[in-house]
């Protein structure tokens, strides 16, 4: 990496972008502030939902599945081996909230489709543990963390990793929806 000459950001021949830290110059602090207080605000305005259209999946699994807009529930860990779609039947407004009450796992090479005019910016996925990423997978959507993301070597997100402690990457391709 290397800082600007302002001291506000970095760039490196890995990232295509600026590369921000607390402990940068004036206003990146305010700003990474604010962006952590947002974030929070996203993940409690997701984690508060109720009325869920769906409750408890596929006992935690719904790889395979179609699944079309709402609020889905699980109090457990949510797992994706293989794939799902994501149909939003024409309304590319539609919006899904996943609520995950554990862990987010993708199995490697498992891929999150998006059909029907979905739009990567209206998929939110809140999870009160861990979100890993397997290789080569790809995930659309807005993770919004309480622990860490992980993506592993490969997997590439459509969408957003935010997290309240941290987003570990290597060698990822993230495209902000």
């Known amino acids: 990496m290397i800082k600007d000459s302002s001291g506000q950001f970095s760039t490196s021949t890995l990232v295509n972008g600026k590369i921000y830290a607390a402990n940068y110059a004036v206003p990146t602090p305010t700003k990474m502030t604010t962006a952590v207080s947002d974030m929070q605000t996203a993940y409690s305005d997701a984690a508060g939902r ?8 596929g006992a935690g699994d719904i790889s395979g599945m179609t699944l079309t807009p709402g609020l889905y529930k699980w109090g457990t860990a949510l797992v994706i081996n293989t794939g799902v779609t994501l149909n939003c039947q024409g309304n590319s407004n539609a919006v899904f909230i996943f609520q995950i009450a554990q862990t987010l796992t993708v199995g490697s090479g498992a891929i999150v489709t998006l059909s029907g005019g979905c739009q990567a910016s209206n998929v ?24 860490a993301i992980v993506l592993n070597t490969g997997a590439t997100l459509d969408g957003r990793a935010l997290a309240q402690t941290a987003v570990t990457l290597d060698a990822n391709d993230v495209t902000a929806p």
Do not use: A, D, R
Not at 125 to 145: A, D, K, M, R, Y
């Open 50 to 57: 109720t009325s869920p259209n769906h409750t408890e999946l």
């Open 124 to 147: 939110f996925w809140q999870v009160g543990g861990q979100t890993t990423l397997g290789t080569t997978s790809h995930f659309s959507g807005i993770i919004l963390c309480e622990t």
